[in-house]
Each structure stands twice: as C-alpha cells, then as structure tokens.
C-alpha cells in the first residue's frame, strides 16, 4: 500500500549498519514510525531530508502498523535555523519528547500536525530576545492542546483559589482539599498570581501575539520550574532533555545523519 502525506520528522534511530528508522508526526496518519533504507550512506537520495524538525512531502511503502519503508521524502521546510541554535534545539526536543512519549501513536490528529509545524514557523521567525517566554508557551499550548496542561486556576477539586500546586495531581489545591487522608504530606509547591496571571494568558492568547507578553524573568523560572515537575510526574520520569541547560557548556552531540 502506498502512503502518501505530510511529516515532520520527530527522531531518528540508527537500524544496523546503514538503515534508520524514522519517526514521523503526519498530517495523516499521526505519530508513525517508517524504515529508510541506507539514509546514512554517502549520496543517499534521502539528501538531509530525514533530519530531525524538517518538515517533508513523504511517501511509504507498507502497512503504517508494520513499518513501511519511506520510498521518497521531499523538503518542504528544513527547519535547519532551529536544529542549528541549540537553545531553541533543546526547547523543542522537550516539545517532541512530549508529543511522542503522551500521544498514542498511529491516531491521525489534523490539529496537533498544524499546530506543531505552526510552532516551529513561529520560533523560526521570532526574535532572540523573546524566545524563552515564547518556548515556555509553546510547551504550555502543547500540553493543553494534547489535554495534559495542569490546572492553575483555582482548586481542581472545589474550585476555591489557591496558590500550592500538587504535581502528582497536576492542579492547584486547597488547603481544605489537600489535607484528605489520602493526600497527607503529599508535595507541593507555593506560586504567586503573576505565575497564574501569565499562565493563562500563555493558554488563552493566539501564539502569533504571545510576544506582547513580557513577563518577569523569575516568572518565567518559577513557571518552567512548575512545568518541568508537572512533565516528570507524568511521563514518571525526568524529561531526558531538560538535563541539559540551555546556555551551559554545549555538549558534544550530532543532529547530522
Ligand atoms: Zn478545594
């Protein structure tokens, strides 16, 4: 059978001595993985198509449940801008890690496939000054977009306000509701309105305009920090790319195939 559709390449995985398997988020067929034979060689027709983020007219060869090979993969968009920094690298690995670790894959969602090639439009056209405020809202967006944003606003159980936040139930508490015998002694972390304030307008504001929001740079730290808590209690265990600090001493890694 033969598959043809839009993908943005998620990662990639090396197959033996030559051979990758690619996963791909479509505007098709969801989150699919598909096999390229010999990508790795020299003069591979592949080109740089198969690079991580590039946004590519694909076409498979196979059942999408038993990985089909990709017979041919066009550039649409490279997206080498964003694999090249590697703050805005390291942001959307998170956003990938995501995507991959809480959607189930082979489900076609039209919307997600928009909403992340529009994420990496917008990080590539932004300006440097306001790219930490805009990596932290696209991760906010993404989480609720997929339906796993945490709920900040007011207590999750009675709605009262409140301003400690459970990661293990991923919502605002308060203090009535997180004492119940079932919760004792469970962690919390204390956060102010401003946090509140900019979370929900990270939420509820179109992405193009998101930069008209200036916030603090310890709101900022404060809410990522919120998040970061949030992700590992999720997935169970620490996002594998946020153990790497932007702006730190650049590791030796290779996007390159
Ligand atoms: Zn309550």
């Given at each position: 059978m033969l598959i043809r559709t839009e993908g943005i390449v998620l990662k990639t995985q090396k197959y033996g001595?030559?051979?990758?398997?690619?996963?791909?988020l479509?505007?098709?067929?969801?989150?699919?993985?598909?096999?390229?034979?010999?990508?790795?060689?020299?003069?591979?027709?592949?080109?740089?198509?198969l690079e991580p983020l590039t946004h590519t007219k694909i076409s498979l060869w196979g059942k999408e449940q038993s990985l089909p090979k990709i017979t041919q993969a066009d550039i649409?968009?490279?997206?080498?801008?964003?694999?090249?920094?590697?703050?805005?690298?390291v942001n959307i690995s998170k956003l990938v890690e995501i995507l991959i670790s809480l959607m189930p894959a082979g489900i076609p969602n039209k919307r997600i496939f928009s909403f992340f090639l529009n994420i990496l439009h917008t990080v590539k056209a932004s300006n440097?000054?306001?790219?930490d405020a805009l990596h932290l809202i696209t991760r906010i967006r993404l989480l609720a977009a997929i339906g796993y944003a945490p709920r900040l606003k007011g207590c999750g159980r009675c709605g009262h306000e409140s301003l400690d936040f459970y990661p293990d139930s991923g919502t605002t508490l308060c203090s009535k509701c997180a004492v119940t015998p079932?919760?004792?002694g469970k962690p919390f972390m204390r956060i102010n309105n401003k946090?509140?304030?900019?979370?929900?307008?990270?939420?509820?504001?179109?992405?193009?305009?998101?930069?008209r929001l200036k916030p603090a740079s310890q709101t900022l730290a404060e809410l990522s920090g919120l998040l970061d808590k949030h992700l590992t209690f999720l997935l169970s265990k620490k996002l594998k790319s946020s153990e790497f600090h932007p702006n730190s001493i650049r590791p030796q890694y290779k996007v390159s195939l």
């Open positions: 001595e030559a051979d990758l398997i690619v996963t791909f479509t505007s098709d067929k969801g989150i699919i993985n598909a096999f390229a034979k010999s990508p790795r060689k020299t003069r591979s027709r592949f080109g740089s198509s649409i968009d490279s997206f080498h801008q964003i694999r090249e920094n590697y703050n805005d690298f440097q000054e306001s790219r079932d919760r004792a946090v509140i304030h900019f979370y929900l307008h990270s939420i509820e504001w179109p992405i193009h305009i998101s930069n």
